[in-house]
T-cell receptor
Framework: KNEVEQSPQNLTAQEGEFITINCSYS?????LHWLQQHPGGGIVSLFM???GKKKHGRLIATINIQEKHSSLHITASHPRDSAVYIC????????FGTGTSLTVIP | GAGVSQSPSNKVTEKGKDVELRCDPI?????LYWYRQSLGQGLEFLIY????????KSGLPSDRFSAERTGGSVSTLTIQRTQQEDSAVYLC?????????????FGPGTRLTVL
């Protein structure tokens, strides 16, 4: 049983497209994190959410606690956004989604 | 230091040998996490330290795995009698206080290959 489900698993987009990655979870959580893992392997924390919505540049993350769902949106996508995006929830320990591999084509 | 560092960056070992992986957290960060990412798999939680104590060891896959943290700083993950299925990237992350809303800062990882 996966506590965290992400969709889609793989996503290819043309540069400039609006992208949405979804995350659903089954446990009650204290916080949800969106992480970015580049092809070299390094992981960067993008957002931490406990409610509502956050925006950093072209990235927007939303969470609906009642529906146990979060989305990560990328506006005006760019090839440098190509990475694996990972959703993680904190309920005592961390549970991770399997990631969404995004490729943005010029 | 400026970020979380891990050593070695790569480790190749023979089945049955013991290995030690090191994590140096950001100065002052009290919480430290170890994760594992196997090829093609998602991140897997191993163990969490708050200071020098480990309130959550639930992710350690077997008793061959152990970890310690000394002085509330450096942590070492030890794998005894390594098996091929232990091959993975081992990642360390730290947070300022361990609170649920803290941002995690990840190290670059140690790629372990067991032959």
């Amino acid at each position: 049983k996966n506590e965290v489900e992400q969709s889609p698993q793989n996503l290819t987009a043309q540069e400039g497209e609006f992208i949405t990655i979804n995350c659903s979870y089954s446990v009650g959580i204290s916080a949800l994190h969106w992480l970015q893992q580049h092809p070299g392997g390094g992981i960067v924390s993008l957002f931490m959410l406990s409610s509502g919505k956050k925006k950093h540049g072209r990235l927007i993350a939303t969470i609906n606690i009642q529906e146990k769902h979060s989305s990560l949106h990328i506006t005006a996508s760019h090839p440098r956004d190509s990475a694996v995006y990972i959703c993680a929830v904190r309920f005592n320990q961390f549970y991770f989604g399997t990631g969404t591999s995004l490729t943005v084509i010029p | 230091g400026a970020g979380v560092s891990q050593s070695p960056s790569n480790k190749v070992t023979e089945k049955g040998k013991d290995v030690e992986l090191r994590c140096d957290p950001i100065s002052g960060h009290t919480a430290l996490y170890w994760y594992r990412q196997s090829l093609g798999q998602g991140l897997e939680f191993l163990i969490y330290f708050q200071g020098n104590s480990a309130p959550d060891k639930s992710g350690l896959p077997s008793d061959r795995f152990s970890a310690e943290r000394t002085g509330g700083s450096v942590s070492t993950l030890t794998i005894q009698r390594t098996q091929q299925e232990d091959s993975a990237v081992y990642l360390c992350a730290t947070t300022a206080s361990g609170g649920y809303t803290d941002t995690q800062y990840f190290g670059p990882g140690t790629r372990l290959t067991v032959l």
